[in-house]
């Protein structure tokens, strides 16, 4: 059953990385781009179901997540951002690519705030935590600097 599944995801992964590579050659992911969602999911083979039930809706939202997923990271690497608004996905503008690290550092901010507060309130008897928290504590001091400079 395991085997299985592995199988299907390594297949499902292969299957994600052609589609990527069909639409970088057919220019979807250039600067400014703007994609239908319908025609995102028609692309990766998600259909939407009419009528269904709510996990049926969680599994096409969770698929297409993946997809979008996946392309955000290979598009990273190129410089670009896909984002998503109602019914469509961008791929932002060089001159957009600001806002969205900003906003990656606010989250690593959000998210090192609550792991300081965590490493706080662990008890005394785990060794090693204020090392950690000390890490926590200058990652998050840095990003900070960089946020108002």
Not at 35 to 59: M, N, Q, S, W
Not at 129 to 140: H, P
Request: aromatic letters at 10%.
């Amino acid at each position: 059953m395991i085997l299985d599944q592995h199988t299907e995801d390594v297949k499902w992964s292969l299957a994600m990385n052609d589609i990527y590579t069909w639409m970088l050659e057919h220019d979807f992911f250039e600067y400014g781009r703007v994609i239908e969602a319908k025609d995102f999911r028609e692309l990766f083979g998600i259909v939407l179901p009419e009528v269904g039930t709510y996990k049926d809706f969680k599994e096409v939202e969770l698929k297409e997540l993946q997809c979008v997923g996946f392309c955000r990271d290979k598009l990273l690497k190129q410089g670009k951002y896909l984002t998503q608004d109602k019914d469509t996905y961008r791929v932002l503008l060089p001159s957009e690519n600001k806002t969205q690290v900003e906003s990656y550092m606010t989250s690593a901010d959000r998210k090192l705030k609550r792991a300081i507060l965590l490493s706080k309130n662990t008890p005394q008897s785990v060794k090693n935590m204020s090392g950690v928290r000390a890490i926590a504590e200058l990652k998050r001091e840095s990003i900070r600097e960089r946020l108002t400079a």
